[in-house]
């Protein structure tokens, strides 16, 4: 049973620059939450998908973006990159069941660096 | 608000000891649930153990313990005869299902084990 996955493992872009992140949800799971994790820090949530929708965001400028796809992967877009946007960025997938939700399990994660 | 605090940044454990990783939450919804994860050098985010608001006993899973005391909203967890494998960081988060399920995530515990 595979976990879930996240590509590419590492990522070095320049300011400006538009970037793309990929996040395939554990097995069963329908549900993928994006995270940011700066160095030194806990992860601060990004948005949540489900459904193919957007459900949830977190406090992100409209440079983050996402999509869910019919078969539960998601992609995190981040448009005109900031030195500040160099992040360990980790994509959860969960099962939401009504209101509530199972417990979200993680990736690897992907780590941007802005150069 | 709701928050997350934990107020160890860092703690040295010697091998085979029991430590206690301390987490206070502030929210006021009824209906929320407390993580604890672990985060080693490679930056994935471990599940370790969850509770939710409307359990009425601690949990446990292997070595580790979530001791919950609603009163006094803190969600601290125990890790029995600790091991060199350990040493890791530790994040206690709480997910809020009237918000979508978003999680809140703590500033984490550096837990270093001695051998």
């Known amino acids: 049973d595979a976990g879930v996955t996240q590509s590419p493992t590492h990522l070095i872009k320049t300011r400006g620059q538009q970037v793309t992140l990929r996040c395939s949800p554990k097995?069963?799971?329908?549900?993928v939450s994006w995270y940011q994790q700066a160095l030194g820090q806990g992860p601060q949530f990004i948005f949540q998908?489900?459904?193919?929708?957007?459900?949830q965001r977190g406090n992100f400028p409209d440079r983050f973006s996402g999509h869910q796809f019919p078969n539960y992967s998601s992609e995190l877009n981040v448009n005109a990159l900031l030195l500040g946007d160099s992040a360990l960025y980790l994509c959860?997938?969960?099962?939401?069941?009504?209101?509530?939700?199972?417990?979200?399990?993680f990736g690897p994660g992907t780590r941007l660096t802005v150069l | 608000a709701q928050k997350i605090t934990q107020t160890q940044p860092g703690m040295f454990v010697q091998e085979k000891e029991a430590v206690t990783l301390d987490c206070t939450y502030d929210?006021?919804?009824?209906?929320?649930?407390l993580f604890w994860y672990k985060q080693p050098s490679s930056g994935e985010m471990i599940f370790l153990i969850y509770l939710g608001s409307y359990d009425d006993q601690n949990a446990t899973e292997g070595r580790y313990s979530l001791n919950f005391q609603k009163a006094r909203k803190s969600a601290n967890l125990v890790i029995s005869a600790s091991q060199l494998g350990d040493s890791a960081m530790y994040f206690c988060?709480?997910?809020?299902?009237?918000?979508?399920?978003?999680?809140?995530f703590g500033s984490g515990t550096r837990l270093s084990i001695r051998p």
């Open positions: 097995s069963g799971h329908d549900t």
């Open positions: 929210t006021s919804d009824q209906s929320y649930g």
């Open positions: 998908y489900y459904e193919e929708e957007e459900r």
């Open positions: 959860a997938s969960s099962h939401v069941r009504g209101l509530r939700a199972d417990t979200q399990y």
């Open positions: 988060a709480m997910i809020l299902y009237s918000s979508a399920s978003k999680i809140i």
